[in-house]
């Protein structure tokens, strides 16, 4: 079940609408920027994955630092690497548009954040993420003492078990606390 | 179609993706495929206890122990080997479909592990226990025409290409001004669909009687609005106070015969007529009360949105976990964002692992004499300026040439404009000095400061332009005409010399590297004024709206491309969804607020001119109304209810009263359970932190324990987390439940925080976690 040769039908698009975020005129819109991406002869094979490299070419991802653990996290294949199906592109950006909701928007952010795949965010998910953040030149990056105190302040102040990890409750709760998080958690074509 | 689709979800989850049910619940800290799908499978299961309604008691065998009373659910299939994810495929196939599908498109699964078969199944009649075939239909038609509707709106999005374009390269909170601008757009435009349907169109089609020596066009009206302009559609003084009548006219091309409200004339017409002042009257009072509604609703929505009961603590969690914004494309604005987080984060470290040095008295006295004197400049610059508005607007110059008086009336529009342009350039300097260390409080008291200018301003000029001159109401309309469009032209300047050539001049001579900041708050606080201005304006001139809607179009396109050219995203955390609040409640309550009590005042107790206008012989305009009313029991005595009514409500101020008087009491009430909600939840966290502690304390000590004689202490270890847990989580689940009777959405967050919470804290007991979870 797929995207066939360039049209989708009309079942398709409308079984789509209600299992997606997505209206039709977004759907649409994401089969024509992702066939785009296809080449000709995958344009006529159903259910094409596309390689990461190529999806991380699109204009929406490409400075993002998080990209290639969205491509990771929304990825259904088997090997792990991070090619999207149409579907996949479709979860991607239903998690990430304009009426998700804040429960599914903080489920995928911890898994985007969660880099080692453990299940919860532990010191080197969040130096990790920390430097995602600030960029890649030295000059804004932290030194290893402010790392190591901000971690220690971000763990004092969002782990409430003690366990010296943030699950995705706390990590809930955190995210419940700002309200800026659903308008700055979008991506929108 | 949708019924039969959640049907084959199951075999589709069966067949394709063998999903092993994770025995590690630990594993993504139990968000596995089937710990979601039990998840889900409890929510469906609650919900459809929810939607069914009790069945009486009666209807129960005295045996049924209430407890397990599913109502009505033991007509499921239930098997005892179906598998988690068939009982989910059975509660989704038994909700009503809207609710279907919130929860299909809520559980974060993949659209491939939720997507239908192409095969059609056929639906057993019992497969729809409550519908007939045709209510069905009617029901999935109702469904289709709704998607199709909010469709046909999503197509319509004005400049949809030009806001992704200016949040990718800055971010939300610089789009948060242009969507400002765009509802104000929304606004107007209904305002104007309003007022011309139902007072210009009429008019229009009926021209009345024009007085003698009517100017000619000559270019200033399009400044002034006064000239060719004043014997227009455009302006209160052309509507005529009649009933508007069409048969007369065809009657060999008779002039329109004026009839006042009581006499007959004999050309009375079979047609439709058109009473002008009532529908006057009527249409700004039911544009003003609809527009009403429509703000106070956005504004209790967006405050819900942004309201946050706990605010203190996790600053630098919130500020690495939820501040990146991920609608930013461009790469260099990327780099920025990086750079200014970086920023924030150091500082944010600085401070808060930094001792709060007290100051001094000496030091205290110090700042507060600055305060003070901030303060005193900008009190005193704001009277000198509203005196200075007062003894110009007194003076009027006169002269032979016409040309040249007309063009003296924009003399006052152009010192008020020149005021609020300089004013908050003099705020700001005495902000600077003040030298406040948080940047929301500076912003708080920028908005103060240019609230209290605007205000008085304009308070001025309402009090300056009531009743003076003959046919008064068109003169306020022209003014009001004026006023906007030099604010619009003073606009174009400022984005000239404030962004462009500022931009030139900071890059040339001062060589600094950074464009200059983009200013949200005072743009917003000028699209505020102008929307005010245009409030004030509608009854004067039935035309403003649309002049409004022109500006603002312009303004949409020339502040777009002097941001793309000139500017750069603010550099101080700015949050957006507080500031949007702000803006939306300070355009509720100053601004609209301000413009229907003026308008009230004026329609209630303010003699209308008796030369021009709708309402020329009344004593009020509110009399046109009453007027009404009354011939209408008049003629038909059975509407004396009517009448009754309609003074008791309408002109008894009692009523108000008391409205007012509940709605203060509901508020209190409110403010209060939420003051209750803020205590338990500082308890719980106590509590939770209490039982980690204990949870930690017994294990070392039963480890220590085990040691010494192993076999018995393992069973004592098991038995006693368990029970530690399974009292606690009742207790909490008590706790929680008492607040989700009060606030869903937090209650929820918390019952499933303390759920989770202790499901990963059972990770060193794994033989009590099931069983802890199965007293859930």
């Not at chain 2, 179609?1 to 994770?22: D, R």
């Not at chain 2, 008796?610 to 509110?622: A, I, V, Y």
């Not at chain 2, 409205?659 to 359970?673: E, K, R, W």
Request: aromatic share 12%.
């Amino acid at each position: 079940m797929g995207t066939t040769a360039s049209q989708l039908g009309k079942d398709l698009l409308s079984e789509y609408q209600e299992l997606t975020f997505l209206t039709k005129q977004e759907i649409l819109l994401a089969h024509k920027r992702f066939t785009e991406l296809l080449t000709k002869d995958e344009k006529d094979l159903p259910n094409t994955r596309v390689p990461a490299e190529r999806i991380l070419t699109l204009p929406e991802l490409k400075s993002n630092p998080f990209r290639k653990r969205i491509c990771h996290v929304f990825s259904t294949s088997e090997q792990k690497d991070g090619s999207l199906t149409f579907e996949d592109f479709l979860d991607l950006l239903s998690a990430f548009s304009d009426s998700a909701t804040l429960e599914i928007k903080s489920h995928y952010a911890f898994r985007i954040f969660d880099f080692d795949d453990d299940g919860t965010l532990d010191c080197g998910d969040l130096e990790k993420l920390v430097n995602c953040l600030t960029g890649e030149t030295d000059e804004t990056r932290l030194t290893t003492e402010e790392m190591r105190q901000l971690i220690n302040n971000i763990l004092e102040e969002s782990d409430i078990d003690k366990d010296g990890t943030v699950n995705l409750s706390e990590f809930q709760h955190v995210i419940s606390r700002s309200p800026d998080f659903v308008s700055s958690f979008k991506i929108v074509l | 179609h949708c019924c039969l689709g959640v049907k084959t979800l199951s075999m589709k989850l069966n067949a394709a993706h063998p999903i092993s049910e994770q025995s590690d619940p630990l594993s993504l800290s139990g968000r596995s495929r089937g710990a979601i799908i039990s998840q889900y499978y409890n929510r469906t299961m609650q919900l459809r206890r929810r939607r069914q309604s009790r069945p009486a008691i009666r209807d129960f065998s005295r045996s049924a122990r209430p407890s397990i009373r599913g109502y009505g659910m033991e007509v499921d299939s239930t098997d005892a080997e179906v598998s988690k994810r068939d009982r989910l495929v059975n509660n989704l196939q038994n909700l009503s479909v809207s609710d279907r599908v919130r929860m299909l498109r809520g559980m974060p699964l993949s659209v491939a592990e939720k997507t239908l078969q192409k095969e059609k199944h056929t639906l057993s009649g019992s497969q729809i226990p409550c519908c007939s075939q045709l209510k069905y239909y009617i029901i999935i038609g109702a469904r289709h025409s709704w998607y199709s509707w909010l469709n046909f709106l999503h197509s319509l999005q004005l400049w949809q290409v030009a806001l992704k374009t200016v949040s990718g390269r800055f971010g939300t909170g610089v789009l948060s001004y242009f969507l400002f601008l765009k509802t104000l757009l929304f606004f107007n435009f209904f305002l104007f669909l309003v007022t011309g349907a139902f007072m210009v169109l009429p008019q229009a089609v009926h021209p009345p009687v024009l007085p003698a020596g009517r100017s000619s066009f000559s270019g200033l009206e399009l400044l002034t609005g006064a000239g060719y302009f004043s014997d227009t559609v455009m302006y209160y003084g052309y509507y005529s106070n009649y009933t508007l009548r069409k048969s007369c006219r065809d009657d060999g091309g008779v002039q329109n015969v004026s009839l006042s409200n009581g006499t007959r004339l004999d050309c009375v017409s079979k047609h439709l007529s058109y009473n002008m002042p009532l529908a006057y009257f009527f249409t700004i009072g039911v544009a003003f009360f609809i527009t009403c509604i429509i703000l106070v609703y956005s504004m209790s929505k967006s405050f819900g949105q942004s309201f946050r009961i706990d605010k203190s603590h996790s600053i630098l969690a919130m500020k690495v976990l939820c501040s990146w914004d991920f609608k930013v494309i461009k790469k260099t604005s990327v780099k920025l964002m990086s750079e200014n987080i970086s920023t924030q984060l150091k500082e944010l470290l600085a401070e808060v692992n930094q001792k709060h040095v007290k100051n001094t008295a000496c030091q205290k006295l110090w700042r507060l004499m600055v305060h003070g004197l901030a303060w005193t400049i900008c009190i005193g610059s704001t009277t000198a300026c509203v005196l200075a508005i007062y003894y110009f607007s007194g003076s009027r110059i006169a002269d032979n040439n016409l040309l040249l008086t007309e063009a003296s009336l924009l003399a006052l529009p152009v010192v008020v404009s020149l005021i609020n342009l300089l004013l908050p350039g003099l705020f700001n300097l005495a902000a600077w000095m003040e030298d406040y260390e948080s940047p929301s409080v500076r912003t708080y008291v920028a908005i103060c400061r240019n609230l209290m200018l605007k205000v008085s301003v304009l308070g001025l000029l309402c009090y300056h332009w009531l009743g003076r001159v003959a046919c008064w109401e068109s003169f306020v309309g022209q003014e009001l005409y004026r006023f906007l469009l030099m604010d619009f032209i003073f606009t174009l300047l400022d984005t000239l010399f404030g962004e462009f050539l500022w931009r030139l001049f900071s890059e040339k001579v001062l060589k600094r590297r950074r464009k200059p900041v983009f200013d949200i708050a005072r743009n917003v606080l000028e699209l505020i004024y102008g929307q005010t201005l245009a409030w004030l304006g509608v009854l004067f001139t039935p035309l403003l709206p649309a002049v409004q809607i022109i500006k603002l179009f312009l303004l949409f396109y020339i502040k777009k491309s002097s941001v793309m050219m000139n500017c750069q995203a603010p550099r101080k955390p700015y949050r957006v969804s507080q500031m949007t609040t702000v803006f939306i409640t300070l355009l509720c309550f100053p601004s609209f607020l301000g413009a229907s009590v003026c308008v009230t005042i004026t329609m209630w107790s303010i003699t209308p001119s008796s030369s021009c206008g709708p309402f020329r012989e009344l004593k009020t305009m509110f009399q046109a109304g009453k007027r009404w009313v009354e011939e209408l029991e008049k003629d038909n005595p059975n509407l004396s209810v009517l009448a009754r009514a309609h003074s008791y409500l309408v002109e008894n101020p009692f009523f108000l009263f008391v409205g007012a008087g509940i709605f203060l009491i509901v508020i209190y009430f409110h403010s209060q359970v939420v003051d209750g909600q803020r205590k338990i939840i500082s308890l719980l966290q106590e509590q939770i932190e209490n039982e980690g502690e204990d949870k930690k304390f017994l294990i070392t000590r039963l480890q220590s324990i085990h040691e010494k004689k192993r076999t018995p202490a393992r069973r004592l270890t098991s038995q006693v987390s368990l029970c530690c847990s399974g009292a606690l989580q009742q207790l909490f689940l008590s706790k929680a439940k008492t607040i989700s009777i009060t606030w869903p959405p937090l209650s929820s967050y918390v019952f499933f925080f303390i759920y989770f919470s202790f499901r990963t804290s059972a990770v060193e007991i794994p033989t009590s976690s099931r069983q802890a979870s199965s007293v859930l």
